[in-house]
T-cell receptor
């Protein structure tokens, strides 16, 4: 069966420090991968999505970047964190298979990032 | 572009009663899928129910059912026999097409509290 792992679960980082959040999917190949951010009490904002290795699209201009060095690995990074980067970050994946039923996304358990 | 609107930011219900969460969407597509996701205090995103637009029959999953009105572009979620564990944020979501690399579009969510 497919599983998605996301870590760390919680992170407290000082302003100006770097960031690396990792997400991996098991049990499937060539998935679509997504990074979402959820600010406190708000909805989900799509940050990045990837349809393949080194194929990343950014939805919102920001202080963050994403990379996909391997088929089932998706990394969210920042060189210098801002206070506004605080939030809850969710990784998700779905099957890239046109013509099949669409089962939506499967989400990781999330990372709570606090920038201090 | 597709949009999803949840007009009820917060709702509450007594345990064992029934509650209906509203969702409307805007699209020119004829083939799409709709979803309800639940996000409990743990913040894990959990798929509750999905509906295929080409199916007239409303989806049902145990105590959860939907009222899908395609012409009105309405997709409400009914929770019967509410339980304390149903306390969560509920997100309505839309994705076009049968599959592939389309993006999931979320509403802003409804915070549901089930009172004992």
């Amino acid at each position: 069966s497919q599983t998605i792992h996301q870590w760390p679960a919680t992170l407290v980082q000082p302003v100006g420090s770097p960031l690396s959040l990792e997400c991996t999917v098991e049990g499937t190949s060539n998935p679509n991968l997504y990074w979402y951010r959820q600010a406190a009490g708000r909805g989900l904002q799509l940050l990045f999505y990837s349809i393949g290795i080194d194929q990343i699209s950014s939805e919102v201009p920001q202080n963050l970047s994403a990379s996909r060095p391997q088929d089932r690995q998706f990394i969210l990074s920042s060189k210098k964190l801002l206070l506004s980067d605080s939030g809850f970050y969710l990784c998700a994946w779905n099957v890239k298979r046109v013509g099949w039923p669409n089962y939506g996304y499967t989400f990781g358990s999330g990372t709570r990032l606090t920038v201090v | 572009a597709q949009t999803v609107t949840q007009s009820q930011p917060e709702m509450s219900v007594q345990e064992a009663e029934t509650v209906t969460l509203s969702c409307t969407y805007d699209t020119s597509e004829s083939n799409y899928y709709l979803f309800w996701y639940k996000q409990p205090p743990s913040r894990q995103m959990i798929l509750v129910i999905r509906q295929e637009a080409y199916k007239q029959q409303n989806a049902t999953e145990n105590r959860f059912s939907v009222n899908f009105q395609k012409a009105a572009k309405s997709f409400s979620l009914k929770i019967s026999d509410s339980q304390l564990g149903d306390t969560a944020m509920y997100f309505c979501a839309f994705i076009k097409g049968p599959g592939g690399s389309e993006k999931l579009v979320f509403g802003k969510g409804t915070k549901l509290t089930v009172n004992p």
